[in-house]
Each structure stands twice: as structure tokens, then as C-alpha cells.
């Protein structure tokens, strides 16, 4: 069985400033993060391929090539490959046009199911994945909160997704796309500490639109229907600190927050 993860970075809104006269952000050297929603996606991936160690799971984003060092942590996890889409010409696309780009990579792919989170970081909708399965003509369902293992198989699955008043269940049948949330329970496991320098290279593949071909006018901010007319200046939090002491408490809170986060 084929996974493929489609996952997006976001940038650390606390990173990057703005520009009020040009009306634009500055992107330059602001940190990126994986979209909460898709690391969940990814925890319930790498959890089936516990089960099933022939299971093969790809990651697919498009982003600069700054979140190389992002998408290699990934596969140090037990990805099978990432492939990272990123050209300078797509830079400034919107959510329709990456669509369109996404999906002409993953046309050429084969897969059982597309697995990506139902929530974006601001805890908006997903817009991602409902257009990448209108392109592919397949099926989607998103805030799917529990997959049932046990149907789980190359040609149906049946899935959980918590509406307004009920809890309802459907079944799909394979390829489809599905939309999980934190509910599902499994957290991207973080990369340890034995396999921090893990040389994975080899299973990481940059797509750019020589392999694509659009024409420049299809993609990037030509080929986007969607303009910012407005940039706000962003209220910064600082973050709260802790000191802790080398008694036993202190020993103890250091121990329990990095099994929390998932170091040891």
C-alpha cells in the first residue's frame, strides 16, 4: 500500500515583519513550521507502517528550498521519500494555482490514499485538499477524528467524522483523499537524537517546473486569482521561561517535558 502525505509549512508568525508602505510581509529569514493538522496525518501514517513495515509513505510539499533541513527531519522519522515541489516561479501562488501544481506532480504518481491535516494553522479550513481531489477526480472527507485499522486495505476504508450533533461514519473506497484532525491521536513522533545526522539525501527529491512545465503566466502571483490588498503589523508574545533547579523536581519537570515532546 502507497501513502502519500501532502503537508504544507507555514511561517512562524512571531519571525517575520512587514512592510506597511509596500503593503507586503517580509519573508526573508523567518522560520518555517510543518501545519499542526499534517503532523497529525503524518503520526497516523508512520503508526500504520509500524503494523505494516511494507506500507510506503511519501511526503509531497510545495515550498522554497529553504524547508529542506524540515523535510529531511521527516524522513528520519521513517518516511520513505519526500519530494519537495519548488521553482522560483511559483512563489506567490495561491491556494488554487498550488493546487494545480500539486496535482500535476501527483497525477503521475500512483497511490492508495492522499492523508493531509483538515485544518490550517490558524485553525482555518484546509482549502488544499478539496481542490487537489476536484483535479484528481477523487473522493474527500475532511475532520475525520478515527480511521478504523482494521478495514484499512488498498480498496475501502472506513472513517469517523464528528459533525455538528452526531458522530457519522463513511466508507471509502481507494484512491481518496482524507482530511484528519488532532483528534486521531497520533502525534509526529520528533527525530532522536541517534538518528539527528541520518544521511537521507538519497530519498529526497526537488521537483521544479522543468519537470513540470507551466508556462509563467499560470503560476505565482500571474496565474494567482487571489491579491492581498491590506498587510497588519503582527502583536509579538514572548514566551513565557522556566528555571528549574538540578534537584529531584527539577530533574523530574526536564524529564517529563521531553517525553512530552517526544526526545526520549
Given at each position: 500500500?502507497?501513502?502519500?502525505?501532502?503537508?504544507?509549512?507555514?511561517?512562524?508568525?512571531?519571525?517575520?515583519?512587514?512592510?506597511?508602505?509596500?503593503?507586503?510581509?517580509?519573508?526573508?529569514?523567518?522560520?518555517?513550521?510543518?501545519?499542526?493538522?499534517?503532523?497529525?496525518?503524518?503520526?497516523?501514517?508512520?503508526?500504520?507502517?509500524?503494523?505494516?513495515?511494507?506500507?510506503?509513505?511519501?511526503?509531497?510539499?510545495?515550498?522554497?528550498?529553504?524547508?529542506?533541513?524540515?523535510?529531511?527531519?521527516?524522513?528520519?522519522?521513517?518516511?520513505?521519500?519526500?519530494?519537495?515541489?519548488?521553482?522560483?516561479?511559483?512563489?506567490?501562488?495561491?491556494?488554487?494555482?498550488?493546487?494545480?501544481?500539486?496535482?500535476?506532480?501527483?497525477?503521475?504518481?500512483?497511490?492508495?490514499?492522499?492523508?493531509?491535516?483538515?485544518?490550517?494553522?490558524?485553525?482555518?479550513?484546509?482549502?488544499?485538499?478539496?481542490?487537489?481531489?476536484?483535479?484528481?477526480?477523487?473522493?474527500?472527507?475532511?475532520?475525520?477524528?478515527?480511521i478504523d485499522e482494521d478495514t484499512f486495505?488498498?480498496?475501502?476504508?472506513?472513517?469517523?467524522?464528528?459533525e455538528e450533533k452526531a458522530m457519522a461514519?463513511?466508507?471509502?473506497?481507494?484512491?481518496?483523499?482524507?482530511?484528519?484532525?488532532?483528534?486521531?491521536?497520533?502525534?509526529?513522533?520528533?527525530?532522536?537524537?541517534?538518528?539527528?545526522?541520518?544521511?537521507?539525501?538519497?530519498?529526497?527529491?526537488?521537483?521544479?517546473?522543468?519537470?513540470?512545465?507551466?508556462?509563467?503566466?499560470?503560476?505565482?502571483?500571474?496565474?494567482?486569482?487571489?491579491?492581498?490588498?491590506?498587510?497588519?503589523?503582527?502583536?509579538?508574545?514572548?514566551?513565557?521561561?522556566?528555571?528549574?533547579?538540578?534537584?529531584?523536581?527539577?530533574?523530574?519537570?526536564?524529564?517529563?517535558?521531553?517525553?512530552?515532546?517526544?526526545?526520549?
Amino acid at each position: 500500500m502507497r501513502l502519500v502525505c501532502v503537508i504544507g509549512f507555514t511561517p512562524d508568525k512571531q519571525s517575520f515583519g512587514d512592510n506597511h508602505e509596500k503593503q507586503k510581509l517580509i519573508w526573508q529569514g523567518c522560520r518555517m513550521k510543518l501545519n499542526p493538522d499534517d503532523g497529525y496525518a503524518l503520526g497516523f501514517a508512520l503508526h500504520l507502517k509500524k503494523q505494516n513495515p511494507d506500507l510506503f509513505i511519501e511526503v509531497v510539499t510545495m515550498a522554497p528550498l529553504s524547508v529542506t533541513p524540515l523535510v529531511e527531519n521527516i524522513l528520519r522519522v521513517g518516511v520513505d521519500r519526500g519530494t519537495l515541489v519548488s521553482d522560483g516561479i511559483f512563489a506567490g501562488s495561491d491556494t488554487a494555482t498550488t493546487s494545480r501544481i500539486l496535482g500535476k506532480y501527483l497525477k503521475s504518481i500512483d497511490y492508495d490514499y492522499l492523508l493531509a491535516g483538515s485544518f490550517g494553522d490558524d485553525s482555518k479550513i484546509n482549502q488544499l485538499p478539496p481542490q487537489v481531489s476536484e483535479l484528481l477526480n477523487i473522493n474527500y472527507i475532511s475532520g475525520i477524528s478515527s480511521i478504523d485499522e482494521d478495514t484499512f486495505s488498498s480498496s475501502k476504508i472506513l472513517v469517523e467524522v464528528e459533525e455538528e450533533k452526531a458522530m457519522a461514519t463513511y466508507e471509502l473506497s481507494a484512491p481518496a483523499f482524507l482530511g484528519l484532525t488532532e483528534k486521531c491521536g497520533h502525534k509526529l513522533p520528533y527525530v532522536r537524537l541517534k538518528d539527528s545526522r541520518m544521511d537521507v539525501g538519497h530519498r529526497l527529491q526537488v521537483i521544479d517546473n522543468s519537470v513540470l512545465g507551466f508556462e509563467e503566466r499560470e503560476v505565482g502571483p500571474k496565474g494567482s486569482l487571489t491579491k492581498t490588498i491590506s498587510v497588519q503589523a503582527l502583536r509579538k508574545k514572548t514566551a513565557q521561561q522556566r528555571i528549574v533547579g538540578t534537584d529531584s523536581e527539577g530533574i523530574e519537570y526536564v524529564y517529563n517535558f521531553l517525553k512530552e515532546k517526544r526526545f526520549i
